[in-house]
């Protein structure tokens, strides 16, 4: 039973890995769920809340070990205006809402769809994500809205320059001890010994709480209400497992082993549900944590555990040793995450791979980087490619004319028959130059859509209202379910079916 919740078997396992990267993990949470909790008008705790809620229950009931989840920027962001129009109460009953349909796409096995996200996109996600974080620890230079100066701005830049030196030497040294966990304590014991005046996580907030309560959230339960909250709830649902299961994919590649998409869904649904029921802000998977977690040795379900029990810990007890920790750590190692995660070989890809290719994926990178809404800039490289692919496909389709034994006319069709090729094969034809009999060969080609059928027919009347006949041979099996369940096409056309 216990290798199944840990996700490995004993033996693959260092303890000893898994508790220092759930604590390097629990160090990089805490700031980025302070920060999205701040900037979306909620009190400091709602974001750590979600942090070890969502940490912990997909740690144990996610669809693979090694992956970590918290209250991501990624879904708060588009709950920024509900809150603001409808106060903290309605955000916690979409959460619920939202969990309830990532719950809902679990069960109905829509996890697997993430498999027709193309690699383009995939790199184009990393890569904008990467930028995404690198900008948002540059703005920890900035005291409300105005950039350090002098020395703050010197001692910062010191600090960070020094941790990003550990990060990068550490490993070579040894791997027993996370290099970002090694780089965090020195960096916090130079500033505290030396009594360097340097910005530290409590000049985000404090931190300091009791445990998360239930709470059901103060609403009325309206067919009004629903109507304000579904929007925001199917938005965030959205946001929440693409980003999730693109992690998860991610993780997949990294580690060579397989998760399971739809168990990971449920989990996301149950861990968001119970965000809202116990006064989290909501979250999903979190990459960047992620990373940072596969860095530091991990790879069971005990270091994001660990990872959350630690959140929950500085919530009760710990805030006031946390909050001394210097900001410049912090954004060290995510700078170092940032440079990681950039795909680089992506550049020399550029004059290898089609030209299609790679403007998807500098597309999903610019619109993260202007949007950061990594769920849009999935959905519409996925539908870029989805058109490249059409179009290839529309401009592939031949016909191949020839006669029979007979003196009649052939057309054997080469490539797919869909919405996007039937303008093509329909020019194929010249009824009024062809034989009284003409065949229609489909042998190497396939009937894939209603389009297809609604274009076969065009053709056939063509020939019908001329008084010549069409004999149409080979359909695919799906071709024939098309044609029977429609009754577009008569049935004299088919022969040898």
């Known amino acids: 039973m216990l290798p199944n919740i840990l996700g490995y078997k004993k033996a ?190 409590m000049d985000i907030a404090h931190i300091s709480g009791a445990l998360p309560s239930f709470h059901i959230p103060s609403i009325p339960f309206t067919l009004e209400t629903l109507q304000i909250i579904l929007p925001f709830s199917l938005v965030m649902a959205g946001v929440g497992l693409i980003e999730s299961l693109l992690t998860l994919s991610i993780v997949d590649e990294i580690t060579n082993t397989k998760g399971n998409t739809n168990k990971e869904a449920i989990a996301q649904g149950i861990a968001n549900m119970t965000n809202g029921f116990f006064g989290g802000m909501g979250g999903c998977a979190m990459i960047a944590q992620t990373l940072v977690n596969l860095d530091a040795g991990a790879k069971s379900r005990i270091a994001a555990i660990v990872g959350s029990i630690t959140i929950l810990l500085v919530i009760l007890v710990g805030a006031p040793i946390i909050e001394q920790i210097p900001l410049a750590a912090l954004v060290g190692v995510m700078i170092m995450v940032s440079i990681t995660t950039f795909k680089w070989v992506s550049f020399q890809l550029v004059t290898r791979m089609p030209k299609a290719d790679i403007f998807v994926l500098f597309l999903v990178t610019a619109i993260i980087i202007t949007t950061h809404n990594l769920a849009l800039a999935v959905l519409i490289g996925v539908i870029v490619s989805a058109l490249v692919f059409a179009w290839d496909n529309a401009i592939r389709i031949r016909a191949r004319k020839s006669f029979d034994k007979n003196g009649n006319k052939v057309y054997a069709i080469y490539g797919p028959l869909f919405f996007g090729s039937t303008t093509t094969f329909i020019e194929k034809f010249t009824p009024d130059k062809d034989t009284q009999i003409i065949t229609i060969d489909f042998k190497e080609s396939r009937i894939v859509d209603m389009s297809a059928l609604e274009a076969l027919k065009k053709v056939t009347d063509k020939y019908e209202d001329i008084q010549k006949r069409v004999i149409v041979l080979n359909i695919n099996p799906e071709g024939k379910r098309l044609i029977e369940n429609s009754k577009l096409l008569k049935n004299n056309i088919l022969e040898n079916n």
């Open 12 to 201: 693959d396992i260092k303890v000893q890995n898994e508790l220092l990267a759930g604590l390097t993990v629990a160090m990089t949470m805490i700031p980025e769920s302070l920060s999205f909790a701040i900037l979306a008008g909620l009190h400091p705790l709602t974001g750590l809340y979600a942090a070890f809620l969502m940490g912990i229950i997909t740690a144990i009931f996610g669809g693979r070990p090694g992956m970590v989840s918290g209250g991501a920027g990624a879904t708060i962001i588009v709950m920024i205006s509900l809150v603001a129009l409808y106060g903290v109460e309605y955000l916690f009953a979409a959460v619920v809402l939202a969990g309830i349909i990532q719950i809902s796409a679990g069960l109905f096995k829509l996890g697997r769809f993430v498999r027709f996200i193309p690699q383009p996109v995939m790199y184009g996600f990393l890569n904008g994500l990467a930028v995404v974080i690198f900008f948002a620890q540059i703005a920890q230079f900035k005291v409300n809205d105005t950039w350090l100066t002098g020395s703050p701005l010197y001692l910062m830049i010191g600090l960070t320059v020094v941790t990003l030196i550990i990060v990068t030497l550490m490993p070579k040294l040894t791997k027993t001890i996370p290099a970002t966990l090694v780089a965090i304590v020195v960096i916090t014991a130079i500033v505290f010994f030396f009594q360097i005046d340097t910005r530290k996580v």
